[in-house]
């Protein structure tokens, strides 16, 4: 028997999981939180959303650090960035996984785990965005900014972060994109994301497991593809404006 004699069989059974791989078993309640078990891509998508969200800001606060003119806040910013730069991903899941029990005195919920991990992964990576936006605008824009009579915090505020950080948007959604398809490592761990529903769908049907991950390597293509795209958009309208106002 050939494939193709079988494949409507087993693609019809991908049909019938297929709302497992998108948002798992969900329960909605009339409590907040009101979706439980939320799994699948949908469960994949927040993870990449609250860590990109959480990363920015702590991210943020790293790159001013390590421009600062202040040894005391560049060094613990240096060391923080390239020490967690040269960490596995998947050594930092496990690192606050089994962390959070000792330091806490219980266990956190493994979706927690995880998030605080990409976070702090994130983070680092987007500490250099910053640094990088901000070193690339003209050198000429803080004396300027300073000249006018703005202190250095109010100058960094209101003259160069805002048209740094306008350089940075597509850096971040890149970054985004490579979340996206890091939180397949939260699998690990337990975390019912997009692989996990898929391997635990694989041990229920055994005899789709090529149909399986090609439908989760589409799933996560066609996100990535998205996010991908709405980045380039970004770039072609930032050059735009860029020129404009030269």
């Known amino acids: 028997m050939s494939y ?13 999981n297929l709302d497992y791989f998108l948002w798992g078993a969900v329960r909605f309640t009339s409590e907040f939180p009101f979706v439980e078990n939320l799994g699948g891509l949908a469960a994949s998508v927040v ?10 800001w702590v991210g943020l606060a790293a790159g001013l650090m390590r421009i600062s003119r202040s040894w005391w806040m560049r060094y613990p910013a240096v060391v923080y960035i390239e020490a967690i730069r040269g960490t596995p991903l998947l050594m930092l899941i496990f690192w606050f996984f089994f962390l959070a029990p000792i330091m806490l005195g219980k266990t956190l919920p493994a979706f927690h785990s995880t998030l605080i991990a990409f976070i702090v992964f994130t983070s680092a990576y987007i500490g250099e965005i910053v640094r990088a936006g901000v070193n690339a605008l003209p050198g000429g824009q803080m004396e300027a900014a300073r000249g006018s009579g703005l202190s250095h915090v109010q100058a960094m505020r209101y003259i160069i972060l805002p048209q740094a950080l306008r350089n940075m948007i597509p850096s971040f959604v890149n970054q985004f994109v490579s979340l996206t398809k ?11 994301e997009l692989m996990r529903t898929a391997v635990q769908v694989d041990n229920r049907e055994t005899r789709i497991s090529f149909e399986i991950y090609v439908t989760i390597a589409i799933m996560y293509f066609v996100v990535c593809y998205v996010l991908t795209s709405y980045s380039r958009r970004l770039e072609k309208k930032l050059s735009r404006y860029q020129a404009r106002d030269r």
Do not use: M, R
């Open 4 to 16: 193709w004699d079988v494949a409507p069989e087993h693609w019809g059974l991908i049909w019938d």
């Open 47 to 56: 993870l990449a959303l609250l860590g990109i969200i959480g990363a920015f």
């Open 182 to 192: 890091d939180t397949s490592l939260a699998y690990i761990i337990g975390v019912n």
